[in-house]
Structures are given as structure tokens and as C-alpha cells.
């Protein structure tokens, strides 16, 4: 009866290579969002959707795209990995206040 | 703009002793403002927001207007208290909410 829920847990990849991560929440949201937390434990939004239409859209590398395929899902592609884009990445959704998070994508790129 | 600023980034303190994790916070309209917990290895938690107004888990906190501050308190810490704390201020961004996070408290609960 997970809320939000985010595959896979931790991603090891090489530098240069394309990874995806999924979200998935059954809470009957409209609104879904990716949140990059760095190193330094920095939480920082990154996009956030509604209904499957692009709503915010900060300052981040065009190698980053989402994809909301249905309300209820929204993924993360990330092209051509670089070393500093190791961090822990949380997808998280609201129907207004508050906001709920998933466990956290653990990327570590090599 | 707004801001959030969390000026610990590291606090200590002994169990049954008094806490209070500081935030400030900068924005032109009406804040509505937020503390989330990180457990070690967890997801974030929404812990308390300002207009309940309520006590989850023995803490607190008022929301300053005068002095732009939503500083978290609890009477007597416990050693399950030790997280990562995160202020948090919300505005609409059309029909989504975009949090602006602080840097984070992390809070050590000594035995």
C-alpha cells in the first residue's frame, strides 16, 4: 500500500551511459514532482507535472526529461550521466498540501 | 525571491534536554511554511505545518512574521528524534506546489 513509489531503490551506472528511473503513486494525485537532494543532503525541486503537463521546470541540464505517460506515473530520463550527477533523487506527489515523497533513487555514476 | 535558511547545519544536543532547530525565511507574499524528517536512509516525512498549528511528536513551531522565522521545538529530546530536519516554504506554481527547501538541520540526540 506504498503512496509513492520509485524503481530502483540504487543505480550504479558509468559515466556516459542513459538510466531511467520510475515513479508511480496511487494516491489519486493530479501533481507529481522530481526533487534532487546532493551530497551536501541540498533538496532542490527539479520538474514537477500536473496531469501529465509540464508545469515547473528549473535550472536543470537539457540531459534530464521527464515523462508523465498517465497522472499517476512520472519517470526520469537522464542522457549521457556525469560524475556530478550522483545524488539521491525523490519523486514526490500532492493534491495541494502537503507534499509526499517516495523512498529515494540512490545514482551513483562511476 | 524566496529563501530558506537553516543556519545549523549540525546540532547536538542531550536526551531530555530542550531542542530548537532555527529557520528564517524570505518571501514577498502570505508564507505558508513547513518542517519535513529525514530518518537515517528514509523517505521525507511531513512533520508539522504552520497553519495546523499542532504538536506531532512532542515539537512545535510558531510562525514569526515579524522576525521571518518558523523555528522548531521540542521540550525534551529523544534519542529517536536524531533525523535530518528540513524547513520548507511553499508557493503555487500554477497548479503545483513548489517547495523551497532549507539546507537542513541534522540533530544528534546524545544518550
Known amino acids: 500500500d506504498t503512496a509513492v513509489s520509485q524503481t530502483p531503490k540504487y543505480l550504479v551506472t558509468q559515466m556516459g551511459n542513459d538510466k531511467s528511473i520510475k515513479c508511480e503513486q496511487n494516491?489519486?494525485?493530479?501533481?507529481m514532482y522530481w526533487y534532487k537532494q546532493d551530497s551536501k543532503k541540498f533538496l532542490k525541486i527539479m520538474f514537477s507535472?500536473?496531469?501529465?503537463?509540464?508545469?515547473i521546470n528549473e535550472t536543470v541540464p537539457n540531459r534530464f526529461s521527464p515523462k508523465s505517460p498517465d497522472k499517476a506515473h512520472l519517470n526520469l530520463h537522464i542522457n549521457s550521466l556525469e560524475l556530478g550527477d550522483s545524488a539521491v533523487y525523490f519523486c514526490?506527489?500532492?493534491?495541494?498540501?502537503?507534499?509526499?515523497f517516495g523512498p529515494g533513487t540512490r545514482l551513483l555514476v562511476l | 525571491a524566496q529563501r530558506v535558511t537553516q543556519p545549523e547545519k549540525l546540532l547536538s544536543v542531550f536526551k531530555g534536554a530542550p531542542v530548537e532547530l532555527k529557520c528564517n525565511y524570505s518571501?514577498?507574499?502570505?508564507?505558508?511554511l513547513f518542517w519535513y524528517v529525514q530518518y537515517s536512509r528514509q523517505r521525507l516525512q511531513l512533520l508539522l505545518r504552520?497553519?495546523s498549528r499542532e504538536s506531532i511528536k512532542g515539537f512545535t513551531a510558531d510562525l514569526n512574521k515579524g522576525e521571518t522565522s518558523f523555528h522548531l521545538k521540542k521540550p525534551f529530546a529523544q534519542e529517536e528524534d536524531s533525523a535530518m530536519y528540513y524547513c520548507?516554504?511553499?508557493?503555487?506554481?500554477?497548479?503545483?506546489?513548489?517547495?523551497?527547501f532549507g539546507s537542513g538541520t541534522q540533530l544528534t540526540v546524545l544518550p
Open positions: 504552520h497553519i
Open positions: 494516491l489519486g494525485h493530479d501533481t
Open positions: 514526490a506527489s500532492s493534491q495541494g498540501i502537503p507534499v509526499y
Open positions: 507535472y500536473n496531469n501529465k503537463e509540464l508545469i
Open positions: 520548507a516554504l511553499s508557493r503555487s506554481s500554477g497548479s503545483a506546489r513548489q517547495l523551497t
Open positions: 518571501y514577498s507574499g502570505s508564507p505558508e
